[in-house]
C-alpha cells in the first residue's frame, strides 16, 4: 500500500510565479509570504515522497466554458506547462505516474464518481507555482504527479461534501494501491478572494482561519456548507478552498499540524499555507 505522508495546502496567485521570476522573494511585500514555505519545503526533503498527488482547479489551460468537466484525473506519462495567459516562465514537464492513476480512477468510478480520464492533459499555474513552492530551483522534479482538476469556474460547482468524499475515494485508493510508494497530496488555491464583479478584493479573514483550523482537526465541519455559501463566505475564487477539503479528506490516519502560514494580500488573495503530517492509515498495514 502506498504510505500517505500528509498533505499541504497553498494558494497559487500566479503572481508568485513573477515574483520568482524576477528573485523579489526578500522584497518587503513578498517576505511574509516566501517565508512561509523553508519548514515545509525541509520536510518533504526528509520524508522524501515518491508522488505527488495535486488537486487544483485549471483555470482555461486545459479546459475551458465550452467543455468542463467537474472532477478530471490525468493518467499520463507526462504533463507539460504552458501560459495560459499570465506571462509567468514555463517549468519543465512533470512526470506522471500512469498506473496509480488508473488506479485511482478505478476507485473512484467503483465509488460512482463519473470522472473525466485525461491521458493528455496540460497543467496551469494552480499545479506549477505550488509544486515551484514545494520544490524550487526549476531542476527536474523530485516526485512523479498524479494531477486532479475540480471545477471551480462555472457553475454548478461540485458542493464541498462532494469535495470530501472526492478526497475520501482517492484515500481509499492510495491506501489500497500495491506498490509501496510514499505519497504527499497538494490542494492549492484559496483562501478567500473574488477578482472581479462589485465584490473584487473581498476577503475574509475569521472565515479563512477558521477553516484552516478546522481543516486540522474537524474537516466534516466544511462539509456542511454548500458551494453558494463558499462564495458568499470565501468570494467566487474562495471556492478553490474546495481543493484543500478534498486534499485533507485523503489523510485517514491521525493528523497532526505541521506548520501554517496566512498572509493578506498577495495580489487579489488572503494567501494561506497549512502542512499537515498524516500518521497511520483508515487502512492497517499488514505486517
Ligand atoms: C489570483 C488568484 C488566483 O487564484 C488565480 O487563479 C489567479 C489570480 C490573484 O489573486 O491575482
Ligand atoms: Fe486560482
Same mark, same amino acid.
Given at each position: 500500500?502506498?504510505t500517505?505522508?500528509?498533505?499541504?495546502?497553498?494558494?497559487h496567485?500566479?503572481?508568485i510565479g513573477?515574483?520568482?521570476?524576477?528573485?523579489?522573494?526578500?522584497?518587503?511585500?513578498?517576505?511574509?509570504?516566501?517565508?512561509?514555505?523553508?519548514?515545509v519545503?525541509?520536510?518533504?526533503?526528509?520524508?522524501?515522497?515518491?508522488?505527488?498527488v495535486?488537486?487544483?482547479?485549471?483555470?482555461?489551460l486545459?479546459?475551458?466554458?465550452?467543455?468542463?468537466?467537474?472532477?478530471?484525473?490525468?493518467a499520463?506519462?507526462?504533463?507539460v506547462?504552458?501560459?495560459?495567459?499570465?506571462? @509567468?516562465?514555463?517549468?519543465?514537464?512533470?512526470?506522471?505516474?500512469?498506473p496509480l492513476?488508473?488506479?485511482?480512477?478505478?476507485t473512484?468510478?467503483?465509488?460512482?464518481?463519473?470522472?473525466t480520464?485525461?491521458?493528455?492533459?496540460?497543467?496551469?499555474?494552480a499545479?506549477?507555482l505550488?509544486?515551484?513552492?514545494?520544490?524550487?530551483?526549476?531542476?527536474?522534479?523530485?516526485v512523479?504527479?498524479v494531477? @486532479?482538476?475540480?471545477?471551480?469556474?462555472q457553475?454548478?460547482?461540485?458542493?464541498?461534501?462532494?469535495?470530501?468524499a472526492?478526497?475520501?475515494?482517492?484515500?481509499?485508493?492510495?491506501e489500497?494501491?500495491?506498490?509501496?510508494v510514499?505519497?504527499?497530496?497538494?490542494?492549492?488555491?484559496?483562501?478567500s478572494?473574488q477578482?472581479?464583479?462589485?465584490?473584487?478584493?473581498? @476577503?475574509?479573514k475569521?472565515?479563512?482561519?477558521?477553516?484552516?483550523?478546522a481543516?486540522?482537526?474537524?474537516?466534516?465541519?466544511l462539509?456542511?456548507?454548500?458551494?453558494?455559501?463558499?462564495?458568499?463566505?470565501?468570494?467566487?475564487?474562495?471556492?478553490?478552498?474546495?481543493?484543500?477539503?478534498?486534499a485533507?479528506?485523503?489523510?485517514?490516519?491521525?493528523?497532526?499540524?505541521?506548520?501554517?502560514?496566512?498572509?493578506?494580500p @498577495?495580489?487579489?488573495?488572503a494567501?494561506?499555507?497549512?502542512?499537515?503530517?498524516?500518521?497511520?492509515?483508515?487502512?492497517?498495514?499488514?505486517?
Open positions: 500500500m502506498a500517505i505522508v500528509g498533505s499541504v495546502m497553498t494558494s496567485v500566479p503572481a513573477r515574483a520568482i521570476a524576477k528573485d523579489l522573494q526578500a522584497d518587503a511585500y513578498w517576505k511574509p509570504f516566501f517565508d512561509g514555505y523553508p519548514p519545503q525541509q520536510w518533504l526533503a526528509r520524508v522524501k515522497p515518491d508522488v505527488a495535486v488537486f487544483y482547479q485549471d483555470h482555461g486545459n479546459f475551458f466554458l465550452d467543455a468542463m468537466p467537474t472532477f478530471a484525473v490525468g499520463a506519462a507526462e504533463y506547462n504552458a501560459d495560459e495567459g499570465w506571462g @509567468i516562465p514555463t517549468v519543465k514537464p512533470f512526470r506522471g505516474d500512469a492513476s488508473w488506479h485511482i480512477i478505478e473512484l468510478i467503483a465509488d460512482e464518481f463519473d470522472v480520464t485525461c491521458q493528455r492533459m496540460k497543467v496551469d499555474h499545479l506549477t505550488p509544486m515551484t513552492l514545494m520544490w524550487p530551483g526549476g531542476g527536474d522534479w523530485p512523479r504527479i494531477p @486532479i482538476t475540480m471545477n471551480h469556474v457553475h454548478p460547482l461540485p458542493s464541498p461534501k462532494r469535495s470530501y472526492l478526497g475520501e475515494s482517492v484515500g481509499r485508493a492510495l489500497s494501491w500495491d506498490e509501496d510514499r505519497v504527499v497530496v497538494l490542494g492549492t488555491g484559496g483562501l478572494h477578482l472581479d464583479g462589485t465584490r473584487a478584493g473581498f @476577503i475574509n475569521p472565515f479563512d482561519l477558521m477553516c484552516m483550523d481543516l486540522v482537526d474537524d474537516p466534516r465541519k462539509t456542511t456548507y454548500s458551494a453558494l455559501d463558499i462564495v458568499r463566505e470565501a468570494g467566487a475564487q474562495g471556492t478553490e478552498l474546495m481543493a484543500w477539503i478534498a485533507r479528506a485523503t489523510l485517514g490516519g491521525r493528523v497532526t499540524k505541521l506548520h501554517s502560514n496566512y498572509h493578506v @498577495i495580489s487579489n488573495t494567501a494561506g499555507l497549512l502542512a499537515l503530517q498524516n500518521h497511520g492509515a483508515r487502512i492497517a498495514k499488514a505486517a
